[in-house]
């Protein structure tokens, strides 16, 4: 594949059509902005979980603990 492009930029510089290859250059960096953008999501979403999965960790240790107390909850005056 990446010989294919490299083709591609070597046969668009040899011409002398430096307007499409600015193109073709442009599209390679948006196209790696994409990535960027994506990879980034997928992180923000794998976050996400792990704060969930922490937060229902602790919920369910609190829930255990309120259970295994054996003196009731008084309200202080």
């Known amino acids: 594949m990446l010989k294919y492009f ?3 930029r ?3 510089l040899s011409e002398g059509e ?5 193109k073709y250059a442009i599209g ?3 196209f790696v902005v ?3 953008l994506i990879a ?3 992180n923000n979403v794998n ?5 969930n999965n922490r937060e229902r960790a602790i919920l369910q240790n609190l829930i255990q603990e309120l ?9 202080v005056p």
């Open 6 to 8: 490299r083709k591609i």
């Open 10 to 12: 070597q046969n668009l």
């Open 18 to 22: 430096m307007g499409k290859y600015l």
């Open 28 to 30: 390679e960096i948006i």
């Open 34 to 36: 994409i990535g960027i």
């Open 40 to 42: 980034l999501q997928i």
């Open 47 to 51: 976050e996400v979980r792990k704060a």
């Open 67 to 75: 259970k295994a107390d054996p003196f009731p909850i008084v309200s």
